[in-house]
């Protein structure tokens, strides 16, 4: 039950990192650029710090997820200790 929650939990990190990244903009235009201005936020700024806090709180999440997969702590393995 927990593996399939994390599993979910990846995926949707992983394409909400995906786009959160596509929406940055390289010469600081940001989400001003889609339909001109970002009305849900006061200023260009915000929305950019904003975007950033996102995609750094995404990045964690996927990150140490994807460390919790890779570790192997959901499904430890079983010591078979042989009979004399």
């Known amino acids: 039950m927990l593996e399939t929650v994390l599993q979910v939990l990846w995926a949707a990190s992983a394409i909400g990192l995906i786009l959160l990244v596509l929406l940055h903009s390289p010469k600081g235009d940001g989400l001003g650029g889609i339909g001109g201005q970002a009305q ?6 915000s929305a950019e710090t904003a975007l950033n806090r996102a995609t750094w ?7 140490s997820i994807t460390i919790i997969f890779s570790a192997g702590w959901l499904n430890p393995v ?4 042989p009979q004399p």
């Open 40 to 45: 849900m936020f006061t200023s260009t700024k």
């Open 57 to 63: 709180v995404l990045f964690i999440t996927f990150l």
């Open 78 to 81: 079983e010591v078979v200790v």
